[in-house]
């Protein structure tokens, strides 16, 4: 009974200070406090959505600093998303009823336009395109002229979004429970994926292979863009996924939980790789942060991730190419 009592105490130690195998990051930092609502990442920098209301870009390569402190209006109005430009001359900022152009090299607010319901934004890998999630729509905007391109329609909320690094497509999901691929040069639909449950999320590979779709509660799904059929279900069947990340090589994809968790999953065989844990605020606490955003590195050996607790970390990626 003694020996029961003492391998149960084991047992509760190790649960409350997280012990796992799973791998250690190279780097933690702490960009936010208070904790955040929003983050993006690209190769150098991490623009944040704060919840004391600003919108923080810092520098992540070397010496970590906070770059420029952005605020829509004098109002403490939550950033709700945030995304880099793959040139990383220009970022965007949204609050739920207004969208920021900035330009990253000065901080210069370049300009502002009132929207009503946002609820997510991408932005071209040349930042003079916006692809903004509305209430039953989303519209790619040109902003360097705030005129709107196309409206991509839905039948509710468009609440997650990506453009391709070629420029060519945009992808939209919905609380509708469907997925859509439209064409960027004429602006018509390609395809229409059905879900049984509202998007989650919603990513394209930088090579215009594959499209990746989640539904809450759903399996992750890949899909040909090709030809628009379904490539490979991956993952738990009941999982909410909150970011992707697709390598640079196209081979491997990263996924982030809603439940502070990161997966490395291979996209030919659909088999999981590695998986790794980030920190928590204290480990003896029962609570999970959301994982924003994912950013492998140029060669793909390392990636960073960003959660709602405000943890910045940088992962080595032991995977042989």
């Not at 809603?258 to 998986?275: C, E």
Request: net charge positive; charged share 20%; aromatic share 10%.
């Amino acid at each position: 009974m003694l020996k029961l009592k003492f391998l149960s105490v084991i047992a509760l130690t190790c649960s409350l200070l997280a012990c796992d195998q799973t791998p250690k990051p190279e780097k933690t930092l702490l960009l936010a406090a208070n904790g955040l609502f929003s983050a993006s990442l690209s190769e150098n920098y991490a623009l944040l959505g704060t919840i004391d209301g600003y919108g923080e870009l810092w520098n992540i390569k070397g010496k970590q600093s906070l770059i420029h402190q952005w605020k829509h209006t004098d109002e403490n109005n939550g950033i709700i998303a945030t995304d880099i430009s793959l040139t990383e001359e220009f970022a965007i900022t949204a609050e739920k009823n207004s969208i920021a152009w900035w330009r990253i090299a000065d901080g210069t607010l370049l300009s502002v336009w009132s929207l009503p319901n946002i609820n997510s934004i991408s932005i071209s890998p040349d930042g003079q395109f916006a692809l903004i999630g509305l209430a039953d729509k989303a519209i790619y905007l040109a902003l360097q002229y705030g005129k709107t391109l196309y409206a991509f329609a839905h039948d509710d909320s468009v609440v997650t979004t990506d453009l391709s690094n070629s420029g060519l497509y945009a992808l939209t999901g919905s609380e509708d429970q469907m997925a859509k691929l439209w064409d960027l040069t004429t602006g018509e639909l390609k395809y229409t994926w059905q879900h049984r449950n509202q998007l989650s999320i919603v990513a394209l590979s930088h090579d215009d292979k594959y499209a990746l779709t989640n539904a809450a509660l759903s399996q992750t799904r890949l899909w040909k863009i090709s030809n628009g059929k379904l490539h490979k279900e991956i993952g738990p069947k009941l999982i909410t996924l909150s970011s992707a990340e697709f390598s640079n090589n196209n081979r491997f994809l990263l996924i982030g939980h809603t439940t502070q968790r990161i997966d490395l999953w291979k996209i030919n065989s659909g088999k999981l790789i590695s998986f790794w844990r980030p920190k928590k605020e204290e480990n003896w606490r029962p609570t999970a942060a959301t994982i924003l955003s994912l950013k492998f590195t140029a060669n793909d050996k390392k990636f960073y991730s960003i959660a709602t607790n405000g943890f910045l970390q940088k992962w080595r990626n032991k995977t042989k190419k």
